[in-house]
């Protein structure tokens, strides 16, 4: 009976061992596994400049006075929610293990040419540098390795799809935002037919037809902070066929057929946005459809 016990409890043992080289995925540990706290030192009211490379792209983004601006591949105005999000992760980049010190194994972790190459400046000073790769097997964790060093770590906190995004996410996609409060009329022009909407005594009205309330209040949450899905930077000249105006602004809208989606352009700025169909299909109203469907 001992013997079988021994035997079972060997058995036992050499399973749980198993299971253990099973679950872990082949040459991601060589290394010890204790916290080693941030990655970095940085100071995110001090950071100045940040560059992104990957193999397919370079990207730098640089803050002149209070604002953030791409200016490589292309110059224009940052999306500022964007880059706060990639600094805030890099500043609180915590370093969970050291995984492996054998370049011959970057390439297990894409720390190598092919991940993501990330450069930080705080008054034109380098204070991070390095290469964060594939995400590990937790959301929240993913490989990195400082460029002056062998170590790959497992950290948490970053995401490389935040860094990774295509050039026109680091763009600012604002058309046109006001407050919604403040537009008290909108004037519409299709063609030869003009018409507005305008606010009477916290009713609506199209002319004297009273207005759907439910339409009117979709058309003023969307041009109140109108953003753009993609930028327009060769020189065009659209065929306009319709036109708003409100706040002070007017918009001016284009048909791409082929294509199944807007051109925009405010008068503010001399740009040309895309708008996906069903975004311009919230605002562009016809008088038909927003006059009560009950009136006489």
């Not at 909108?186 to 339409?215: E, H, L, N």
């Not at 902070?225 to 659209?238: C, E, G, M, R």
Request: charged share 25%; proline share 3%; hydrophobic share 40%.
């Amino acid at each position: 009976m001992k013997k079988n016990t021994y035997i079972l409890i060997g058995l036992f043992v050499c399973l749980l061992i198993i299971a253990f080289l099973v679950l872990q995925k082949p040459g991601e540990r060589s290394a010890n596994s204790a916290s080693t706290g941030l990655m970095f030192t940085v100071d995110s009211l001090l950071v100045d400049k940040v560059e992104i490379k990957t193999s397919a792209s370079s990207i730098a983004l640089e803050k002149h006075g209070v604002e953030w601006f791409v200016t490589k591949p292309i110059d224009y105005k940052a999306d500022q929610a964007n880059i706060a999000q990639i600094i805030h992760q890099i500043k609180n980049l915590e370093v969970k293990s050291i995984v492996s010190s054998k370049p011959e194994k970057y390439s297990v972790f894409q720390v190598d040419q092919n991940g993501t190459q990330v450069m930080v400046y705080e008054k034109g000073v380098e204070k991070a540098a390095f290469v964060l790769g594939k995400m590990a097997a937790s959301y929240s964790e993913s490989y990195a390795r400082r460029l002056k060093s062998d170590e790959v770590l497992l950290v948490e906190g970053a995401s490389s799809y935040t860094f990774n995004r295509p050039i026109k996410d680091w763009r600012d996609k604002t058309i046109l935002t006001t407050p919604k409060e403040n537009i008290k009329e909108v004037q519409y022009q299709y063609g030869d037919t003009t018409f507005k909407i305008t606010s009477s005594d916290s009713a609506w009205f199209v002319g004297k037809d009273k207005a759907q309330q439910s339409v009117v209040e979709g058309i003023l949450s969307s041009i109140s902070n109108l953003q753009a899905d993609d930028f327009i930077d060769s020189t065009v000249s659209p065929k306009v066929i319709a036109m708003m105006a409100y706040a002070g602004a007017q918009l001016r809208f284009s048909f791409n057929k082929p294509m199944n989606k807007y051109y925009v352009q405010s008068s503010n700025s001399p740009q040309w946005f895309v708008l996906e169909q069903w975004k311009a299909n919230q605002i562009l109203k016809r008088k038909k459809e927003i006059v009560e469907s009950n009136k006489k």
